[in-house]
């Protein structure tokens, strides 16, 4: 991880990069898409790509294979997490029901950076290893699931619009991490403890296949493990910490 390219926010779901068509609304109501999404673009062209990328982040897996998200999808009512899942649900249908094969949705997976002042998992663990000296978790040490970092995220999704074939990409390591090898590195180079709660549950995410991404565009799947001594420095320098 380049220190003075990683963005110190993470890019919410919501977050459109657009590259080329943007939907024109009347009267409140969007504009119907041509008929022949492969004619004329009826829509203001910003640039020569022609096309709409819209970052959906990874909470609701879907199994990879499939160019659409399946039809049956189950949310608790109990869950704290509905809404947003709800919306993002929303937001995957609403691009891929549009005919143009110019419109695409990136899939990204837990997405890090330097955030020092957040309330997510990594950050909040560097933090309270840096200022307290003290980790306590809530998880069994071999919780997992996947983290892609910020940087390649912000490089993948030009690549995607340029010159992607597809409408629908997983952006993501690939790979994924236990909560015990990130703590374990965290705390080799802050010397904080680690406090893990006896009988937490053990949470593990389905892998994301990132397959499609890597053959078809030249992006960088970094490693938490290897950027975590990196993220460490910085937020120590963020925080002010000697």
């Given at each position: 991880m380049h220190p003075k390219r990683t963005a110190r926010r993470l890019l919410p779901w919501a977050t459109v990069l657009t590259l080329g068509v943007l939907a024109l609304t009347t009267n409140g109501r969007a504009q119907p898409p041509d008929k022949d999404p492969k004619g004329p673009v009826s829509a203001v062209t910003i640039d020569k790509t022609g096309a709409l990328i819209v970052p959906l982040g990874g909470l609701v897996s879907f199994d990879p294979k499939l160019e659409e998200a399946p039809t049956d999808i189950v949310?608790?009512?109990?869950?704290?997490?509905?809404l947003f899942i709800y919306s993002k649900l929303a937001g995957e249908a609403l691009c891929l029901n549009n005919q143009r094969a110019t419109i695409r949705v990136a899939r990204l997976s837990n997405v890090y950076g330097v955030n020092p002042h957040s309330h997510n998992f990594l950050p909040t663990l560097i933090r309270n290893a840096l200022t307290t000296g003290r980790i306590t978790l809530s998880l069994d040490p071999s919780s997992a699931k996947d983290y892609v970092a910020v940087d390649d995220v912000v490089a993948a999704l030009p690549e995607i619009a340029r010159r992607g074939r597809h409408r629908l990409y997983n952006v993501a390591s690939g790979v994924n991490t236990t909560a015990g090898e990130i703590v374990d590195r965290i705390t080799a180079h802050t010397r904080a403890?680690?406090?893990?709660q006896p009988g937490a549950p053990k949470i593990v995410s389905a892998a994301i296949d990132v397959t499609r991404l890597s053959s078809e565009l030249p992006v960088r799947h970094g490693s938490i493990l290897s950027d975590l001594p990196d993220l460490v420095e910085m937020t120590k320098r963020e925080l002010v910490i000697r």
């Open positions: 949310v608790s009512r109990d869950d704290p997490q509905r403890q680690a406090l893990w």
